[in-house]
């Protein structure tokens, strides 16, 4: 008896040790290789020129410290409210309202609100196919497309409160079902076209939507992808409780329909009234859900609401890209199937009154120049793009960018992963001329907005840092035990102040939203990510601390590629690690070991095989780089995988300490076996 509890005694501090082991790697790896970082003295003011006509004051960080929900009062009062709220914010950890009381209508700020005012002709998208068609949408035409939109919704049973899927390519009518779905209350959520019907499928039945909108197909690299086939796979044999399925046409591609349940986008919504009068919902309206990638294999359903969202979305754009809504062209190149398609295409430049450049295609397609020359035709003169396109765009070469005239450009934004210095500074030099200043926006699905990031003609930049929390926000680093550290020193980014746009929850899981954010440092939110700050106090990113990889800009949990793996007959476990990545920030290697008594089938094809499990089961966007078939997998005695082993391995480093295992002789296995047995494509 005595002998059994002093074995679950050492095996449970064997576990903590472990944990706390792995906690510490994870902070000196993340800031080790960022070591420099505190002594970069390439630093650039804004130009006089810039300063002159900026919409960010200096002034704006002592407004806001003085009174914070004062500051975000007026902020809000930018807003068009049927109500106005009678609290600015009621806030029980975790639970957080904001602008209680008010009433609004999203899409009645994004739409009506600059037809009524007289700007009805601007134009909102100049849309640009990927085969080369193109569509100029003012904002009188896009609110008539949105109010028949809306009165379709409300034809097909759609009421406040419901959920709507949307399922499409990069085409204005993605902005207009998510505006038509605002309008009337009902909650949207985008699921990235990208994603397989197994992930789409879950998506569907976790949110309980009941219609879903999507396309036939959409274009991509010269030729039409298909869409709704996804959509009826996803729906088949499923208890779901979708009535209906609405189907713009985009490519002309056959598709299979279900009668009594699909419906031709164009049908219902040509023949509708172009009258809809926008009521206001309570500002605690749920706007919409984005499903993102968390540590376990089921991603989590984010939700957020209606009126401190828009004020944080609407002021950040305002104030971060310097818009002036008369003269600018603003191009955001994310998909609207992520955060940033919401908060910077069409919520926040919406409001503004922004012209945007909106493209349905890839970058390289027909050829490398395609985006500059979009730039070119349209005069855009902020770029919003992601480190993973800059990085690209250094390997192909500066002869792309140095064939289309770039001069209209005035102002880069960066966002979705740290960007390094070097591909900071080509974007300045090469892009913007050396003469723009560089935003690069720290935040995430669930802050809403912006949250970190320079103030253009206010701050001085530093390559690679995102600087400071904006005006209004409280963003801190703190080590292990959640003491703040000190200039100079790294740890975890966390929020110490609830803010407009933060999600309200993790969508039929509350428990889990008190748990990923709010239980690592009570009372404060934990974002997930590593950070340092420099000797002036100047913040940097430093990368996800837990199992969420960033290939691409794109969230991706190593937990949902590894439960896909292992549902594949052949593999009996798997390990999946983010490798550094020159071009994508982090690609995805997978660790598998294969089942037993089963055939012996030929590594080459497995392993295609198994990338194409992965790609059907959650999407392309999560297919690894390279799989590696292995005997064993390193596990401490505990049972844990030492992933920090995998990726010395797949970083090719040499493996560091493995005294902690429970078979020491295994990594030397694993190093040998590889030898042979290497794929990468
Ligand atoms: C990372 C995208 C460094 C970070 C808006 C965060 C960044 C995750 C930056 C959120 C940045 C985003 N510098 N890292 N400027 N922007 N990240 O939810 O790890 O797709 O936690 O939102 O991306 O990704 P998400």
Redesign the pocket.
Known sequence: MEGLRLWILLTLLEGLFYLLRVERWRSLTAMSSLENLSHEDRIFPPSPEFVAQANAQTSLYQEAADDRLAFWSRQADYLHWEKKWDEVLKWEVPSAQWFLGGKINATYNCLDAHVIAGRGDRVAFHFEGEPGDTRTITYAQMLHDVKKATNALIELGIRAGDRVAIYMPMIPEAAVAMLACARIGAAHSVIFGGFSAEALKSRILDADATLVITSDGGFRKGSAFPLKPVVDEALAGTDHNVKNVLVVKRTGQETQWSAGRDIWWHEIVDRQSPEHIAQGFDSEQVLFILY?SGTTAKPKG?FHTTGGYLTQTSYTHRAVFDLKPETDVYWCTADIG???GH?YVVYGPMINGATQVMYEGTPDSPTKHRLFQIIEKYKVSILYTA?TLIRTWMKWGEEFPADSDLTSLRLLG??????NPEAWMWYREVIGGNNCPIV????????GGLM??PLPGVTATKPGS?MAALPGISAKVVDDEGNEVENGNGGY?VLTEPWPAMLRGVWGEPERYQETYWSRFPGKYF???GAKLDDDGAIW????VDD?M?VS???ISTTEVESSLVSHHNVAEAAVVGANDAMTGQAIVAFVILRGGIPKVDGEELIKDLKAHVTKEIGAIARPKQILVVAELPKTRSGKIMRRLLRDVAENRTVGDSTTLADPNIMKLIGEGLKSGKSED
């Open positions: 993102t984010i992520w955060i940033t908060s480190p960066s966002v979705g992963e740290p960007i690069d926006t720290w935040w995430q699905t669930e802050t970190i990031s995102a980014l974002a997930g990510d990113l430093l990368g996800r969420v960033n800009g794109h969230r």
